[in-house]
């Protein structure tokens, strides 16, 4: 596993795993604008869209999330030096109140029209507006535990915080003194 600094300015990170061709921010967003691999996905978890989200059209789906993975994809990537990621990412763990060494944590968009957003990114929070992206899904039940392929994400936040707590990054300073002793 490799970190890759997305924005060159060490505010955000995605993980690189190695069996993967892409890092995974830029793995959920190839997956979430390509309208084939939408219609596979939602042919596949139509029951969730239908019974949580009440789509019955594979069409609006895709469309849908291929216009909430543009803004959401914007959002995060946005250069501006002002751009404050803390508002984007919020804690996974909706009942979590207090700051945590790397906290596990979620972006979304808020305001969508028709219905609520399914896209999720996942990271680990370093610092106040410093975190690592370790992946991403369409989120289409209540619980992340209810499907495979949201658990997977699950576990690959674990995975991934306990690969940093074993090479004592507990922030970005660590973590930066991390990537330069790797590098």
Not at 18 to 34: M, S
Request: negative net charge.
């Amino acid at each position: 596993m490799t970190f890759e600094d997305i924005k060159q300015d060490g505010h955000l990170w995605a993980v690189h795993y190695a069996d993967e061709e892409l890092n995974e921010l830029d793995r959920v967003f190839t997956q979430w604008n390509d309208a084939a691999w939408l219609l596979n996905f939602f042919r596949d978890n139509f029951n969730d869209l239908e019974s949580y989200f009440k789509i019955t059209k594979l069409d609006e789906a895709v469309y849908d999330t291929m216009e909430d993975s543009d803004e959401l994809e914007c959002l995060i990537l946005d250069i501006n030096p002002e751009a404050n990621l803390d508002e984007l990412f919020r804690p996974l763990e909706s009942g979590r109140a207090t700051e945590m060494k790397l906290g596990k944590e979620k972006a979304r968009l808020k305001d969508r029209p028709n219905h609520a957003s399914w896209l999720r990114i996942y990271a680990i929070k370093l610092n106040p507006g410093i975190y690592v992206v370790t992946g991403g899904a369409i989120k289409l039940t209540r619980t992340m535990q209810e499907r495979e392929h949201t658990l997977k994400e699950l576990v690959k936040m674990e995975k991934v915080r306990q690969y940093l707590v074993a090479n004592n990054v507990i922030d970005d300073d660590s973590f930066t003194d991390f990537i330069k002793e790797k590098g």
